[in-house]
């Protein structure tokens, strides 16, 4: 049973650009969650998702961020028109039906 | 919200003494406090949880304590190895057990286990 997958593991984008994150939790597991870890920081939730749901969003900016949980494919963690504070790991995590979350890998995102 | 406290921040140790990393939570509501072990560039990985119906787990050198009444946990690492070397995330969630919910996390605690 493969751990819960992030691709890709590196990014680096240009300010004005549009980041695409993705996110596919382990097998069995209907729930994912996606935070934001800044150097030598905590993680900081952002959203919240269940298969074509969001639950809770309470924690992602309300502009250029938005995220998704498709029926059929990963999850996507979506960010327009990057700017340099975006640079951070963004990690997603799974969960089954219990509220042990496992994390992903990550995704190291640089905005130059 | 959630307010989740974590001290200390940073942690060193000889190899062999005992580590113990403190937290405090805000809502009285949480009921699930897992503890994640993250290594340098690594994912977090947990290490070992706690329900509010129990005070105190234990798995090998690892224990995690419960005081609801004060809402603090803590995380004691006992005969602490090189290998224990990382920074350590207390986190805490509320809601119905068996559901998911966000988790809030304390500021982490590098510990550095000196051989």
């Known amino acids: 049973n493969a751990g819960v997958m992030q691709n890709p593991r590196h990014l680096v984008r240009r300010r004005g650009q549009e980041a695409r994150l993705r996110c596919s939790p382990m097998?069995?597991?209907?729930?994912v969650y996606w935070y934001r870890q800044l150097p030598e920081e905590g993680l900081k939730f952002m959203v919240y998702?269940?298969?074509?749901?969001?639950?809770?969003e309470s924690g992602m900016p309300k502009e250029r961020f938005s995220a998704e949980f498709p029926k059929e494919g990963p999850s996507i963690l979506r960010i327009q028109q990057v700017v340099r504070g975006d640079s951070a790991a963004y990690f997603c995590a799974s969960s089954p039906w219990t509220d042990t979350q496992y994390f992903g890998p990550g995704t190291r995102l640089t905005v130059l | 919200g959630e307010n989740v406290e974590q001290h200390p921040s940073t942690l060193s140790v000889q190899e062999g003494d005992s580590a113990v990393i403190k937290c405090t939570y805000s809502?009285?509501?949480?009921?699930?406090f897992p503890w994640y072990k993250q290594e340098l560039g690594k994912r977090p990985q947990l290490i070992i949880d706690i329900r509010s119906n129990v005070g105190e787990k234990k798995d090998q050198r690892i224990a995690v304590t419960l005081n609801k009444t004060a809402k603090h946990f803590s995380l004691h690492i006992t005969e602490t190895q090189p290998e224990d070397s990382a920074v350590y995330f207390c986190?805490?969630?509320?809601?119905?057990?068996?559901?998911?919910?966000?988790?809030?996390f304390g500021t982490g605690t590098s510990l550095t286990v000196i051989p």
């Open positions: 986190a805490a969630s509320s809601g119905p057990i068996n559901t998911g919910n966000q988790f809030y």
């Open positions: 097998k069995g597991h209907s729930h």
């Open positions: 809502d009285s509501a949480s009921n699930y």
């Open positions: 998702l269940q298969k074509e749901n969001i639950i809770d």
